[in-house]
């Protein structure tokens, strides 16, 4: 199953160039992106009163190179905090823009821009939204750079072998993963208004895919937290308000990512082999209604990325 992503990233001549060399893309084209006139040539683009970006469709082999591997390289090719001009090319239309066909990728890369954005001190000008419309730029403007090797671009040499030289080693990574398991988890949500049966499968998911320690869910009952729907060993059957990791991440209501959990005062032990520890709350509207918890065998397993997808996993088994 191939996967396609339009990317604008200033003058699409060396763009393209550049994102073509990558191991794993099948298929690019330059082309002008979410603009508001019809069948647009270059001549109308270049007044730059279109509205269009110069963009670089492409396909890749999602088994051979990976979205987040895409965007790291694509960030190398761009200033992410520069709006509206890459090197000397300037005017909307050499705007910096991710264009997203499939919605599925979308909280992947907002994930990635918010990783990427703690390396400037300045916001991110890149867009990021869904593809409104592209129209393939003519012909001459196709593998502009293969045709005509002098030809002009913004884009120092070094950076296409840096494209040849590199390839993504690990396909599918943590990431990936848990936004993979955010859309299987939308579909099972779909209809489904038992949040007891989406959490047995929630934890089921997670557990299979990450195997974890110990997955699961305690449901607020009364004036304590009671086990719900898990995966792993024997846990222990109820928690006070403001007690253990669970107890404190309802009581404060806001995810914990604890790395050591000796190091967390007042602790609930259930297993000895735990390590590591993630809460996050389940809510109903305002109200606490459950929390998610993990636990690793592992000293820090757990980071921003799992914060994140979890965070986005449980609003899912809000009753809606
Ligand atoms: N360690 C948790 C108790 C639950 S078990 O990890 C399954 C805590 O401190 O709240």
Redesign the pocket.
């Known amino acids: 199953m191939e996967k396609e992503l339009y990317l604008a990233a200033g003058c699409f001549w060396g763009a393209e160039h550049f994102l073509k060399q990558i191991e794993g893309v099948t298929f690019t084209e330059v082309g002008f992106a979410n603009g508001n006139t019809p069948n647009p040539t270059y001549k109308e683009v270049y007044t730059d009163t279109t509205g269009y970006a110069e963009t670089v469709h492409l396909r890749y082999d999602p088994l051979r190179v990976s979205l987040r591997f895409l965007l790291e390289m694509y960030f190398k090719a761009i200033d992410p905090t520069s709006l509206n001009q890459q090197g000397e090319d300037r005017g909307t239309r050499y705007r910096t823009g991710i264009y997203f066909t499939d919605s599925a990728d979308e909280p992947l890369v907002r994930y990635i821009m918010s990783e990427e954005a703690k390396h400037y001190g300045l916001p991110l000008q890149v867009e990021v939204m869904p593809l409104a419309n592209f129209y393939r730029a003519e012909d001459y403007h196709q593998d502009y750079l293969v045709n005509n090797p002098t030809g002009y671009c913004h884009l120092p040499v070094e950076l296409f072998a840096y494209a040849r030289n590199n390839r993504d080693t690990v396909t599918l990574e943590k990431c990936e993963r848990y936004n993979l398991l955010l859309r299987q988890l939308s579909a099972l949500a779909e209809g489904e208004t038992d949040t007891i049966a989406l959490m047995a499968n929630t934890a089921a998911m997670l557990h299979d895919t990450f195997h974890f320690w ?1 997955t ?1 869910f ?1 449901r607020v009952v009364g004036d304590e ?1 009671l ?1 719900g729907p ?1 995966q ?1 060993p024997v ?2 059957m109820h ?1 006070a308000f403001g ?7 309802w009581q404060q209501r806001h995810t914990l990512v ?1 790395p050591d ?1 000796e190091a ?1 005062p ?6 000895a082999a ?1 390590r590591s ?1 993630i ?1 996050v709350p389940v809510y109903d509207g305002d109200n606490v209604i459950a ?1 998610l ?1 993990i ?1 690793s065998q592992h000293f820090a397993t757990f980071d921003d990325c799992d914060r994140h997808f979890l965070e986005q996993l449980v609003v899912l088994l809000s009753p809606a």
């Open positions: 110990w699961g305690y937290l086990l898990f792993g846990a222990c928690i007690s253990g990791v669970c107890g404190t991440a604890v959990v967390f007042g602790h609930i032990a259930c297993s735990s520890e809460v929390v918890d636990d």
